[in-house]
């Protein structure tokens, strides 16, 4: 991660490249490989995370309400797939 102080100079498409290289290596570091909710989301939904190329491939990303969130039946095991 940059120094805010760096960060807060660079032009803007600097910074835009700094945010989709960021997005890139949290889907692929992170969620996809610690976060066992997302995980599954992705392999039921068929997301190929290679094609997420940046902060604009958002969008095809399902988005997680309140609902994906509430256990179900009272499955005291569902929250644990949040915590990384």
Same mark, same amino acid.
């Given at each position: 991660m940059q120094a805010w102080t760096k960060v807060s100079r660079m032009p803007a498409p600097a910074i835009k490249k700094m945010q #989709? @290289?960021? %997005?890139?290596k949290m889907?692929? @570091?992170e969620?996809? $490989?610690r976060h066992p909710y997302y995980r599954? $989301?992705?392999k039921d939904q068929n997301i190929d995370l290679?094609?997420?190329r940046g902060? #604009?491939? %958002?969008a095809s990303l399902p988005f997680t309400e309140k609902k994906d969130l509430v256990a179900p *039946?009272? *499955?005291k095991l569902y929250p644990k797939q949040f915590v990384l």
């Open positions: #989709d @290289e960021l %997005l890139q889907l692929k @570091e969620l996809a $490989v599954t $989301v992705f290679g094609k997420i902060t #604009d491939d %958002l *039946d009272n *499955d």
